[in-house]
């Protein structure tokens, strides 16, 4: 169970302070995702009992929460996570979901050997404005194996690191595999403001 929200907001504001002081390099924020910005990352999506959502860098859980709350009986979830501590929480918290500790370039093996198939949508909170380029096309290579036609990706940028070079060159290389992006509207009601990328085949 999430416990009382209040509760459940400050467990996670702490278990985030002690990764962003232990490990900087590993968060890319300076807090949580906001439920308003998890919203906008599921808004629309439809999940047929069967299906697969995959979640890359779950961190507190923001997202996994309404990725749950959208899940259909008989349909799987794959999260992804690197910190040791962020993966021992999801797992306390969410004993009914699946997670996994390690990188999101090897998504593809994560998920044979769970042996889920028919990908959905890919749900990303990974901070690609602080990642290497050699982690950034980790990823997207593994993208290319994952979004086949039908399947979503979704991610999102803070508006003011949109401009900074590895975000730039992360969508870049993103549209020379799978096309133009879709961005949403800003979400403002999210430390520090952000917006929701899209891309599919």
């Known amino acids: 169970m999430d416990g009382p929200p209040r509760r459940k907001t400050i467990t996670d504001h702490l278990a985030f302070l002690q990764v962003l002081l232990l490990s900087p ?16 990352m599921v808004d629309g999506l439809i999940v047929a009992p069967g299906e697969t ?5 779950p961190g507190t859980g923001a997202f996994t929460a309404e990725i749950r709350r959208i899940l259909p009986p008989q349909s799987s979830y794959l999260g992804i996570e690197i ?15 699946h997670f996994v500790e390690g990188s999101a370039e090897h998504a593809a093996q994560f998920l044979a050997k769970a042996g889920y198939d028919r990908v959905k949508a890919i749900i990303c909170g990974l901070p690609f404005a602080s990642l290497s380029s050699g982690v950034q ?50 979400v403002l009601r999210n430390l520090p403001p952000a917006y929701v990328l899209r891309w599919s085949r």
């Open 53 to 57: 959502i995959v979640e890359f860098g």
């Open 83 to 97: 910190e040791p501590r962020f993966a021992e929480l999801l797992r306390r918290r969410y004993p009914d979901l």
């Open 25 to 40: 390099a590993r968060t890319g924020a300076i807090a949580p995702s906001s439920v308003r910005l998890a919203r906008a």
């Open 137 to 186: 096309d980790g990823i997207i290579e593994a993208l290319e194996t994952l979004v086949a036609p039908g399947v979503q990706f979704r991610t999102f940028q803070y508006v003011h690191a949109y401009g900074l070079p590895p975000a730039v060159r992360f969508r870049r290389r993103m549209g020379e595999r799978f096309g133009p992006v879709t961005r949403e509207a800003m």
